[in-house]
């Protein structure tokens, strides 16, 4: 059981961000990580549609659904229930306004979040004011959107050049102005997340965005060694679960084949002697 403790708030993210306090976020899955997200004393989790890639073994996010997000986030919500969470709306979960204010209280509803996330800059501002009135807390993803992963030609950095770079703060400026709670920023120069931690007042969570945001997140998986197919360059590997998993049903597998596995400490015994009575019956029976 998770040990109670003061669950994160949207007002105290903000005032993080005043008192120059980073806070961690890690993106998890299923019950069992969220389990050990709390227990390391992570105070914000992020229920991301990573999932269609890390979990579901997708080639992008795209193709997630509401539904699959909402299971997702009831399970980790279950293993986390004292930590912000934050879930992220699907692709085409929030087309327009009304689809995006739909999506937003029916995954606030079901899936027992605190807030949700859509991506995108400027151009969605009418969407994020739109869930921002009906009095959902929102936030963003700018930089590197993995919803816009085929315009931009597949995963690559943002805002290298100026323009894009200036385009970026921009973004970052409207998303506040939109009523949004904060945002992630992805996969861009560290000068320039720097600019856009600098330009708001709302709470920013890089990922690949170097050291000057005032939050950080990470895939879990991906941080933990437990997705392996690819490591994006700003992942840092704290853990190799994968071959520590591997190695370990390796090895099972050969105990089973020599017979070493099961065991007399892995096998349930009877009293001696109703097992006597047992074998005294049964050979009557087969006789």
Known sequence: MSEERKKLTVPDLLARKKQGKRVVMI?????????????????????????GMVVYGLPNTMPVTLEMMIAHGQAVRRGAPNTFIKLSLPYGCYANEEIGVTSAIRAMKESECDAVKIQGGKEKFSIYKAIADAGVP???????????????????????????????????????KAGAIGFEIEAVPAPVAKAVDDAVDIFNFGIGAGPHCCGHILVGLDMLGVFDSF???FTKRYAEIST????????YSSEVKQGLFPDEEHSYAMDPAEQKKFERTLKRMMD
């Open 27 to 51: 993106s998890v899955p299923d019950y069992p990580t969220a389990v050990w997200a709390e227990r390391a004393g992570i105070e914000a989790i992020s229920m991301g549609d990573s999932i």
């Open 231 to 233: 490591k994006p360059k």
């Open 244 to 251: 520590i998993a591997v190695d370990a049903i390796k090895t």
């Open 138 to 176: 929102v936030m963003g993803h700018i930089g590197l959107a993995p919803h816009f992963v085929h315009k931009f030609g597949g995963f690559k950095v943002q805002g290298r050049t100026a323009d894009e770079a200036l385009q970026i703060v921009e973004d970052a400026i409207s998303l506040q």
